[in-house]
């Protein structure tokens, strides 16, 4: 395995640990890192019940977070690690901030970004698909599995 | 002119005062109201500049103060009026919310959702262009003539 895929793995892994808080709180399962030379920037997760706030999102939560910690708006020089393939606002909010890469695991059929609108991100952003796609889907299947 | 007509171009004249309080303060001038039966419940200007943030814009701070002021995230019973045509990202919150209505003024060419993803929007939020077009669209012109 290359060096970036064991790394990508690695923050995969601490994505997933947010998912799960948001799990335990009763949200969808979705959890994100954001990383700026191999430091995580960013932690969070989706809180869209808790706070009553649709645009709660876990990647909404990393840009606004990452940003403040950088002390500027632009991610150019961060990756982004999200459990789902992000919607069409998340991927609207990623191009503004001009993402330099976004890894995803799991994607999201009915309401990711990729069917919809797959030119929402900077023409400059890196994507990669599928690290640790099946840990990243069976948190969201069995999620709404108990929800029915 | 009938008294919806009178009504929208009311309510767009709060969310023109909006966007002159962020011109003000040097942002790009798009201001935003939600109003839910007749009564404004939200206002909010583009912050993107003096928060460092690219998902302050006008429209997501409404959607969360709009959930907030109404105790629940959806938004079907809300019209957002909004100075300018909203770009991908906002129109993906505002199909999370289930908005009721969009009232817009001017339209944006470059980054309005309608040329990229006119599916953003929940299928039953009705639209509404072009209130107080002229004045909503001088605004963003001149902001922008003013930097170059």
Redesign the interface.
């Known amino acids: 395995m290359q060096e970036q895929e064991k790394l990508d793995e690695l923050f995969m892994r601490k994505a997933l640990e947010q998912a799960q808080m948001a799990c335990d709180k009763g949200e969808v399962p979705v959890g994100a890192v954001v990383v700026c030379r191999e430091r995580i920037i960013a932690r969070a997760h989706n809180l869209?019940e808790l706070l009553?706030?649709?645009?709660a999102h876990a990647e909404?939560q990393a840009?606004?977070a990452a940003?403040?910690s950088l002390?500027?708006?632009y991610l150019d020089s961060c990756t982004l690690y999200v459990t789902l393939e992000p919607?069409?606002?998340?991927?609207?909010?990623l191009?503004?901030?001009q993402l330099g890469r976004l890894v995803y695991g799991a994607s999201d059929e009915k309401r990711g970004f990729r069917k919809?609108?797959p030119?929402?991100l900077h023409p400059k952003t890196e994507v990669v698909a599928g690290v640790l796609e099946d840990e990243c889907a069976v948190l969201i299947k069995d999620f709404f599995k108990k929800k029915r």
């Open positions: 869209t009553r706030d649709v645009t909404m840009v606004t940003a403040d002390g500027g708006k919607c069409t606002m998340c991927a609207g909010a191009g503004w901030a919809y609108v030119d929402a």
